[in-house]
């Protein structure tokens, strides 16, 4: 499955690169410490469900790399733009091995099935 995306050759050459660099940096420190860790969080302070990742893997003995961009009023362009790199909805973005997992509730069903030992073992 292939998630839509505006085709490059859809976008006037004169905002190309405006459009590839927007927020660049923040992506590339969310790529960097996923290349360098097993397991990333990527959440925003106050966030009910940034927590109960961070909880569920405590509770599971697991240790991860945390990127806290902000608060509900602080760091949303960032974390926009991690969204739009992503595809993905809400926070937090957890990544494991490279691969983004989904949120919360997907790591619980992971942990739940056993999955995310393997996971974290491949």
């Known amino acids: 499955m292939n998630r839509p ?3 490059e050759s859809a976008i ?3 905002i190309r690169q405006r459009i590839a660099e927007h927020h660049q940096r923040v992506i590339e420190r969310v790529q960097t410490a996923v290349a360098q860790h097993a397991l990333v969080v990527v959440g925003l302070s106050g966030n009910p469900f940034v927590g109960k990742a961070r909880k569920a893997l405590t509770a599971a ?3 991860h790399e945390y990127i806290e961009l902000g608060s509900y009023f602080s760091q949303w362009r960032l974390r ?4 739009m790199w992503t595809g993905w909805p809400t926070f937090p973005m957890v990544f494991v091995r ?3 997992i989904g949120g919360a509730d997907d790591l619980r069903r992971l942990i739940d099935s056993g999955e995310f030992q393997t996971l974290l073992q491949a």
Request: hydrophobic share 55%; aromatic share 0%.
């Open 5 to 7: 995306i505006l085709a």
């Open 12 to 14: 006037h050459p004169a």
């Open 61 to 63: 003995g697991v240790a």
């Open 80 to 83: 926009n733009a991690l969204k």
């Open 98 to 100: 490279g691969t983004l």
